[in-house]
T-cell receptor, first 114, second 114 residues
Framework: AQTVTQSQPEMSVQEAETVTLSCTYDTSESDYYLFWYKQPPSRQMILVIR??????QNATENRFSVNFQKAAKSFSLKISDSQLGDAAMYFC???????????FGKGTKLTVNP | KAGVTQTPRYLIKTRGQQVTLSCSPISGHRSVSWYQQTPGQGLQFLFE???????NKGNFPGRFSGRQFSNSRSEMNVSTLELGDSALYLCASSFRDTIGSEQYFGPGTRLTVT
């Protein structure tokens, strides 16, 4: 069975600072993908970043980057220069090749303080 | 391109009734997945459709069903509603490129069962 664990229910960061959200996962598949999604309050889920398991290079999207440690099954999200608009629930998700099914973690609520 | 649309956005039903939710994927996307989001259980996969065929199903009772039409639009149906079915139901459409897939979520349908 595939599982995703986000051990930090809540995090806070000062505006312009950097924050790292943790995620660990478990899967027996060799072909899988990892995602971070952002869900602002009462707004829809947005894809933040995607990482293919076969890629060694960590994905980066502007201020968002990941630290993908395949052997440790760890997939953390770093947000640099945090902005007020980054405040949201962040979900780590695991998908496997050939299927659109995603397994989500419980989420981390990120608060950005001005 | 227009995003994923879901109708209705809000719904109030009573126990024992049935409900049908609709999802229109992004143009060109052939895969549609459904998720249930609750504060207690988080995001749980319901089912996935591709080219009118159910490819994957989550661990939900038979009261939950779905279908996909030839234009990729999808509906999900919940019969004999229970209080525990109150949730945000999210639809996601996806496409596959040469390196994997990405899912794009709709705004959700908030179902309240009284």
């Amino acid at each position: 069975a595939q599982t995703v664990t986000q051990s930090q229910p809540e995090m806070s960061v000062q505006e312009a600072e950097t924050v790292t959200l943790s995620c660990t996962y478990d899967t027996s598949e060799s072909d899988y993908y990892l995602f971070w999604y952002k869900q602002p309050p009462s707004r829809q889920m947005i894809l933040v970043i995607r990482q293919e398991a076969y890629k060694q290079q960590n994905a980066t999207e502007n201020r968002f980057s990941v630290n993908f440690q395949k052997a440790a099954k760890s997939f953390s999200l770093k947000i640099s220069d945090s902005q007020l608009g980054d405040a949201a629930m962040y979900f780590c998700a695991l998908g496997q090749g050939g299927s659109e099914k995603l397994v989500f973690g419980k989420g981390t609520k990120l608060t950005v303080n001005p | 391109k227009a995003g994923v649309t879901q109708t209705p956005r809000y719904l109030i039903k009573t126990r024992g009734q049935q409900v049908t939710l609709s999802c229109s994927p992004i143009s060109g996307h052939r895969s549609v997945s459904w998720y249930q989001q609750t504060p207690g259980q988080g995001l749980q996969f319901l089912f996935e459709y591709f080219s009118e065929t159910q490819r994957n199903k989550g661990n939900f009772p038979g009261r939950f069903s779905g279908r996909q039409f030839s234009n990729s639009r999808s509906e999900m149906n919940v019969s004999t509603l229970e209080l525990g079915d109150s949730a945000l139901y999210l639809c996601a459409s996806s496409f596959r490129d040469t390196i994997g897939s990405e899912q794009y979520f709709g705004p959700g349908t908030r179902l309240t069962v009284t």
